[in-house]
């Protein structure tokens, strides 16, 4: 994880921060997620950090340096089913 970043998934968004003295910060309604992908590295499968690509509508949004990424791909899919019954 980089320093200075926040991934949080609730639900009904995915929030991510990124940034100590400049921030950013990217809400993603989990209602208009079409596509979540984790790549990986040969480092990061060591070290347990990956990428997170999420594809919303149009858009698309990377995000580097997530500690546990399957971890984090699978509670944003879970969040989405609950959303979903």
């Known amino acids: 994880m980089k320093i200075g970043s926040v991934y949080a998934i609730t639900n009904k968004r995915v929030v991510i ?8 910060t ?3 309604v989990l209602a208009k997620c079409e596509g979540i992908q984790v ?5 990061g499968r060591i070290f347990g950090y990956g990428s ?3 594809t919303t ?10 500690a546990h990424p399957f ?3 699978r509670a944003i899919n879970e969040q ?4 979903r019954m």
């Open 57 to 66: 509508g149009g858009a698309t949004n990377c995000y580097y340096c997530v």
């Open 39 to 43: 790549v990986q590295g040969v480092l």
């Open 80 to 83: 989405i089913a609950l959303s």
């Open 17 to 24: 921060k990124t940034g100590v003295i400049s921030r950013r």
């Open 71 to 73: 971890w984090f791909k």
């Open 26 to 28: 990217v809400e993603l």
């Open 52 to 54: 997170i690509v999420v």
